[in-house]
């Protein structure tokens, strides 16, 4: 009888805890910024289900914090997503989603710039943390820190932030940085024979 008491317990009272929402296993992997602080944006990613209770929660810099006005909602019906596991979600300034490349952010930050590129600390709901010392971030415009899930493998590699749907995007869009490319080139000939170069 003890035994059968002790097993009711557990399935009333512990199960349900064990299988409910959180938010705490989201991991930030990719943090950028451009060289004025105006784009930049947060991407954290999570392979477990059940991460979508944000709503409260804080996304804190030496900056700024950011409070999670809205559970994990990527359709904005207002029915929440607990299906988290292998997704990203992707946090960003309100300048970010007009640039080239940009994908819709799952979350915009209140400021134009959150973090302060130089040297900071990023802080998600006191669960993980992400920083950075002087001379370590790249501001060219292309390039982010990098660090894979459950890893302090710190990279610094081409820009790719993804949102929660899986779309991937690259600032500024390539089509974009070739332009600029080749109309350096053409200005740079145009001295040239006019003989200004």
């Given at each position: 009888?003890?035994?059968?008491?002790?097993?009711?317990?557990?399935?009333?009272?512990?199960?349900?805890?064990?299988?409910?929402a959180a938010f705490h296993l989201w991991d930030i992997t990719e943090v950028y910024s451009n060289?004025?602080?105006?784009?930049?944006?947060?991407?954290?990613y999570t392979s477990t289900n059940n991460q979508d209770e944000l709503i409260g929660h804080t996304l804190v810099?030496?900056?700024?914090t950011f409070t999670f006005p809205t559970d994990l909602d990527p359709d904005g019906m207002?029915?929440?997503n607990n299906a988290t596991g292998n997704h990203h979600m992707l946090v960003a300034t309100p300048a970010f989603a007009s640039q080239p490349g940009a994908v819709t952010p799952d979350f915009v930050l209140d400021g134009p710039e959150f973090f302060d590129f130089v040297q900071d600390s990023l802080d998600f709901a006191g669960f993980n943390t992400f920083g950075w010392s002087s001379g370590e971030f790249p501001t060219n415009g292309i390039?982010?820190?990098?660090e894979p899930f459950a890893s302090d493998d710190r990279t610094v590699d081409t820009n790719?932030?993804?949102?929660?749907?899986?779309?991937?995007?690259e600032l500024p869009e390539p089509s974009g940085v070739l332009m600029l490319g080749v109309?350096?080139?053409?200005?740079?000939?145009?001295?040239?024979?006019?003989?200004?170069?």
């Amino acid at each position: 009888m003890q035994t059968l008491l002790l097993t009711l317990f557990f399935a009333v009272f512990l199960v349900p805890f064990a299988a409910g929402a959180a938010f705490h296993l989201w991991d930030i992997t990719e943090v950028y910024s451009n060289d004025d602080g105006s784009v930049q944006f947060i991407e954290l990613y999570t392979s477990t289900n059940n991460q979508d209770e944000l709503i409260g929660h804080t996304l804190v810099s030496d900056l700024a914090t950011f409070t999670f006005p809205t559970d994990l909602d990527p359709d904005g019906m207002g029915d929440g997503n607990n299906a988290t596991g292998n997704h990203h979600m992707l946090v960003a300034t309100p300048a970010f989603a007009s640039q080239p490349g940009a994908v819709t952010p799952d979350f915009v930050l209140d400021g134009p710039e959150f973090f302060d590129f130089v040297q900071d600390s990023l802080d998600f709901a006191g669960f993980n943390t992400f920083g950075w010392s002087s001379g370590e971030f790249p501001t060219n415009g292309i390039d982010s820190l990098h660090e894979p899930f459950a890893s302090d493998d710190r990279t610094v590699d081409t820009n790719s932030p993804t949102n929660f749907a899986g779309e991937v995007g690259e600032l500024p869009e390539p089509s974009g940085v070739l332009m600029l490319g080749v109309g350096a080139c053409v200005l740079a000939l145009l001295r040239t024979v006019s003989g200004r170069g």
